[in-house]
């Protein structure tokens, strides 16, 4: 029990992080230690389908279009083990070099009750671009043969109200926003479909995460079932965190920005870094929060 180890009212040292991999890369292991060692006591990797002898690795068994399942399989490990929060971000993220477990809350500017997710997009009012997965979206339901989720996932009308208390609509899509799609073939499938939801859903660029204990119990619970309903990722965790927490900040309330890139030109940024990994370590942007993608076995 780390509560017997750490002081309690250190809060800092008793926080997990954890690396989340899509796909099982074992190589990557040593790596992200070398990256995170000295930032985190606490580092654990969640890899899918893990059968080696690393201690610090949690096997999943999941599709990495839910991952949100890996999610909920590692917190069974994790659970009871006196952490306060838990910071989870992509294997092939790079956490800003300024950013440990003691200086977490403060380069970010958050408070200790806070949960952080980069965005939360909202099928009413759309997104940058089209987001071709709102076929899923509609076409969604958790009451599904061979998955019994009542008094496991809150009811439609449950989490109605908690969209409500963070604001956040839940009416039919906009017709508008069906005309975005620039595929003949997907928008004659919507055509059939009704344009309300059938379970209240948001979406979410969903890499990086911090969630407090009190919260994570309840949004671990969510994440598995949506992953046992086959909701993809983006949608799961998203929606899981408005189902179970009260404070969420997001990536425009915070000291930092986020730093995914997923254009030509924004990935052109890496250019002077010339795929050094130390070189990048030494000169990372100050205001990134992260940068991602970073495939590191292409970097030395």
């Known amino acids: ?72 399989q590692a917190y069974m490990h994790l659970r009871g083990k006196g952490f306060t929060h838990f910071l989870m971000v992509a294997d092939d993220m790079i956490l800003n070099p300024a950013i440990n477990e003691s200086s977490l809350w403060t380069e970010l500017g958050l408070s200790y009750r806070d949960s952080y997710i980069d965005e939360i997009i909202c099928f009413q009012h759309g997104g940058k671009r089209w987001w071709r997965r709102i076929i899923d979206a509609l076409d969604y339901t958790p009451s599904q043969l061979g998955v019994e989720l009542k008094g496991i996932l809150p009811s439609k009308e449950e989490a109605e109200r908690r969209f409500d208390f963070h604001k956040l609509p839940y009416t039919p899509i906009p017709r508008k926003e069906l005309l975005r799609n620039p595929r003949k073939k997907d928008f004659l499938k919507m055509l059939l479909r009704s344009r309300k939801l059938k379970y209240p859903l948001v979406r979410a660029y969903s890499d ?41 900040k997001l990536g425009k309330d915070i000291k930092l920005e986020p730093g995914a890139m997923w254009t030509p030109d924004e990935l052109k940024n890496l250019k002077p870094y010339n795929l050094q990994l130390d070189r990048l370590l030494n000169n990372f942007p100050l205001r990134k929060l992260y940068l991602h993608p970073i495939k590191l076995s292409q970097w030395k």
């Open 1 to 72: 029990d780390l509560r017997m180890s750490r002081g309690l009212g250190d809060v800092y040292k008793r926080q997990a992080l954890l690396v989340i991999y899509n796909h099982r890369y074992d190589k990557n292991i040593v790596r992200v230690k070398q990256i995170y060692a000295k930032r985190f006591s606490y580092i654990y990797h969640v890899m899918p389908f893990y059968d080696g002898n690393d201690l610090d690795v949690i096997p999943v068994f999941e599709s990495s279009y839910c991952f949100s399942g890996y999610i909920s």
């Open 208 to 248: 990086i995460l911090l969630l407090p204990s009190e919260v994570m119990q309840k949004f671990s619970l969510y994440c598995g079932a949506f992953a046992a309903t086959r909701l993809f990722v983006e949608m799961a965790i998203p929606t899981a965190l408005i189902l179970s927490a009260d404070n969420i």
